[in-house]
């Protein structure tokens, strides 16, 4: 995957961008957080729904149509018939910490079920980033941080179906974790880094647009979709 892959795909509208300085203004959140999903109806006031294109190399538009809860789980869908698929992020934004979710990624070929934190403007100095990405039909687990705009990424294989996921990220360093049916957690990776910008958190599910990057990154879209979902999400 080349690094215009990633800096094209969190690209945001103006008024996006607008409303992202507005939050980050408000301050960083030291406090933990915590969102069970339970009840009906859209991702629910600790959350905004994204309801624009991304660009290249998204291949679809975020919209309100996509974002559901159900028996107790985020839903994030794709629906490759109307090209419309799903994104929240919280309204608070957050300065070290550890953020984990229990997740269930996608497994259709071209897509990404993702739980990150992100602030700025992509590929700017502005731009800083850590990300947990399912992709390949969820058999590739892609870590990523960005600092700056610049990305520094690592994959693993791993097995389709539930994953309890995080990064706990602090003040020089970030590390990946995985944490398995007993609650026992393995450290996937640890890189030394030093990010100290306040940043969201975020969930999106969406495919690529068939760009050479997208390819690159994703692999191919052959029009298939469906739902990614999210038990819970932790800050801790």
Request: with cysteine; glycine share 14%; proline share 4%.
């Amino acid at each position: 995957m080349t690094s215009l892959t990633q800096r094209a795909r969190r690209a945001m509208p103006a008024p996006a961008l607008a409303a992202l300085t507005l939050v980050l203004s408000a301050g960083a959140y030291a406090e933990g957080f915590f969102d069970g999903f339970d009840g009906t109806g859209g991702a629910g006031p600790a959350w905004e729904t994204a309801t624009w294109p991304n660009g290249t190399p998204f291949g679809c538009t975020f919209a309100y149509s996509e974002v559901w809860k159900e028996r107790g789980l985020m839903v994030l869908n794709v629906n490759g018939g109307t090209q419309r698929c799903g994104e929240i992020r919280t309204r608070r934004s957050f300065t070290y910490g550890k953020f984990s979710t229990r997740m269930k990624a996608s497994s259709f070929a071209g897509g990404n079920s993702s739980f990150f934190l992100y602030t700025g403007q992509a590929g700017t100095a502005s731009h800083f980033e850590i990300d947990i990405e399912l992709i390949n039909g969820g058999t590739v687990l892609h870590t990523n941080v960005w600092k700056g705009g610049v990305q520094d990424f690592r994959q693993y294989p791993i097995q389709p179906g539930w994953h309890t996921l995080g990064f706990e990220w602090r003040e020089n360093s970030v590390r990946w974790f995985s944490v398995d049916e007993q609650g026992r957690e393995t450290t996937l990776r640890e890189q030394a880094v030093s990010v100290a910008a306040p940043m969201q958190l975020m969930l999106n599910h969406w495919h690529g647009d068939n760009t050479p990057d997208a390819i690159g990154f994703l692999g191919r879209w052959t029009g298939g979709g469906g739902p990614a979902y999210y038990d819970w999400v932790k800050v801790e």
